[in-house]
């Protein structure tokens, strides 16, 4: 029994003692980030005085540093305050907590103007100190020797002196590259030209990615260029900065027809680049491998790859119905009415446009209501944008309750409206419902009912694919293209051919009418022959003779005749 109320009261002390041990029940005093009581810190831009401090234990945490100066803070006008309190003694050993002397210094030089006693405790990792509130104002406590960086730069002590360096990752260092077609993936034809780029450090920030590819492009025309810009080198480590060639691909195979000295550096979270203005158009720096989703698809990655997936928020891909104010569940059914059938509705994605609400109705409802007999209204909430698409279930009202039946359907939040898969009911006078607000006057309001269906069944994928393959009719157009243009082609041959032979044709009868004797040489001829004959009959006969009888020949004769036809 004896040992069992010694052991007691052992925990029963260690738990007292536990409980007031200031190293575990402090208050902090600063934050990180804040240097205001530096014993470095010269700034009075609005000064501070620790006379509503409260008393007890409290805890530095600055980067600037924890300890309080030793030494007197001649003349004041440090850490923030007019008076500069600092203490006048020593650091006490691990786990041992001491009062000392706590001297405010005042800017006329006194070191000690007013005092204060405070403890001080040594928690081995860190210090604590009992403080008391002062008595008069400016006055305030200093602690540690460091002071934040100057902006754009930075340093191993979070950010503090000593060691303060430049540093590109800094967001106020570095310019943005947000331009999507800088894919290397992007074959689309573009005009970017970096020849305009003012030289410095940039990051990528667009969702195809931000590192530059460092495989050549082959055949140029991709990132949104002609000539793309890869990187001919390798990624650096962590916190480091490496020097790498950026080679300028070619339409013509060329991968490094010209190139640049640039830098990347290793920001942890992303990289960033070094960057030249390039020499001349078009020439441009590629960045990332993801492209633009299919019209009619996005993505979670802002509407690029990868997962593209279909987006019924598309305007492509649902129909509206528009004006069916009647789909309210604040209106009921008349004799006059001609109840609205969803028995007819094409099975598909659908957005609404009504004066009396665009959002399906999520309460019960009881027959004749929403312009039908039957109504469907939907379990459950409209999704939030984050959602995505979403599956609920729809309650047909009928005879016997409010949910007679079931259907399936699906609801997208676009932000400022909602789709909604709707597939076609297999029963009469039975619709969805639309909206809540009552329908408008008649004689005061004119609206035209109209509808545009979907586009199609967009329920699974394989429909999908089905859709994108089922067009006929674009063969039947390219058959018919081609068809014409055989003909065309034949007209056109025959036409040269006939021209060919026209021209042939014609340049043979002139050459031959070229050669036609004239009248003149036709008589000489004659002539020579007739003389030619006399002197074989008779060569002693005079020339004279026959030649006179020659030119004797009347012009009319018919020998004459024959000779101008020849």
């Keep these: 029994m004896e040992k069992i109320l010694t052991l007691f009261l052992i925990l029963f002390i260690r738990f007292l003692t536990t409980k007031c041990d200031p190293c575990l029940t402090y208050k902090v005093l600063d934050t990180p980030n804040e240097h205001t009581r530096s ?14 401090l409260e008393v007890g234990w409290y805890r530095v945490t600055s980067y600037a540093g924890e300890r309080m100066p030793t030494e007197c803070v001649y003349g004041g006008m440090r850490c ?20 000392v002397q706590a001297c405010a210094a005042h800017y006329d030089g006194d070191c000690c103007k007013y005092s204060y006693d405070i403890e001080v405790k040594n928690c081995t990792d860190y210090l604590v100190y009992n403080l008391v509130p002062v008595s008069t104002c400016y006055q305030a406590y200093c602690f540690g020797s460091e002071l934040a960086c100057p902006a754009g730069e930075t340093s191993d002590n979070n950010g503090f002196t000593p060691g303060c360096k430049y540093e590109p990752c800094l967001e106020e260092n570095h310019q943005t590259l947000d331009h999507w077609e800088r894919s290397v993936n992007n074959t689309e034809i573009g005009n970017l030209c970096d020849n305009v780029l003012t ?13 530059m590819p460092t495989e050549c492009p082959q055949g140029g025309y991709k990132c949104g260029t002609s000539s793309p810009i890869w990187m001919d080198g390798s990624y650096p480590s962590s916190g480091e900065i490496a020097n790498v060639t950026a080679c300028v691909g070619n339409y013509n195979g060329g991968c490094c027809t010209s190139s640049y000295d640039i830098q990347v550096k290793n920001c942890d979270d992303f990289y960033i680049y070094n960057l030249k203005a390039t020499s001349g158009c078009y020439q441009a720096y590629c960045f990332g491998t993801e492209v633009k989703c299919p019209v009619g698809e996005t993505s979670d990655n802002g509407g690029f790859t990868p997962e593209c997936e279909f987006d019924p928020c598309h305007s492509r891909n649902y129909g509206i119905l528009v004006g069916e104010m009647k789909r309210s569940s604040n209106y009921t059914l008349q004799k006059s ?13 659908y957005r609404i446009d009504s004066v009396t609400g665009n959002d ?29 698409t ?48 009552p329908v408008p006057d008649p004689t005061t309001t004119t609206t035209t009912t109209t509808r545009r269906p979907p586009p199609g069944d967009h329920n699974s994928s394989k429909d ?33 051919f006939l021209q060919r032979t026209v021209s042939k044709r014609a340049v043979s009868f002139v050459d031959v009418k070229g050669k036609l004797p004239t009248y ?39 020998k004459m005749g024959q000779m101008k036809s020849y």
Excluded at 199 to 211: E, F, H, L, M, Q
Excluded at 467 to 481: E, H, Q, R, S
Excluded at 526 to 554: C, D, H, W, Y
């Design 39 to 52: 014993v470095a810190n010269a700034a009075l831009p609005s000064p501070i005085c620790d006379n509503t």
């Design 80 to 99: 923030g305050t007019s008076f500069s309190i600092w203490m006048n003694g020593t650091y006490p050993d691990a786990g041992v907590a001491k009062t």
């Design 199 to 211: 030289p410095g450090w940039y990051r990528p920030i667009s969702a195809v990615g931000n590192t």
């Design 337 to 349: 009415d001609v109840a609205i059938e969803d028995s007819r509705l094409t099975t598909g994605w």
């Design 360 to 388: 399906i109705v999520n309460e019960s409802v009881g027959m004749m209501q929403c312009g039908t007999l039957y109504p469907l209204w939907m379990e459950g909430t409209l999704p939030d944008v984050s959602d995505k």
């Design 390 to 437: 979403v599956d609920r279930k729809v309650c047909q009202s009928g005879l016997y309750s409010t949910c007679d039946q079931k259907y399936d359907i699906k609801v997208r939040n676009c932000g400022n409206y909602r789709t909604y898969y709707l597939t076609q009911l297999n029963v009469d006078k039975s619709a969805f419902c639309f909206g809540t607000f």
């Design 464 to 496: 999908d694919e089905n859709d994108k393959d089922d067009k006929p009719y674009i063969w039947v157009i390219v058959a018919m293209l081609a068809v014409l243009s055989t003909i065309l082609l034949a007209i056109l041959l025959v036409k040269f």
């Design 520 to 558: 003149d040489e036709v008589i000489q001829n004659e002539k020579n022959n007739r003389l030619q004959m006399i002197q074989t009959v008779s060569p002693s006969a005079p020339v004279n003779q026959f030649v006179g009888s020659m030119t004797s020949i009347p012009p009319n004769s018919t």
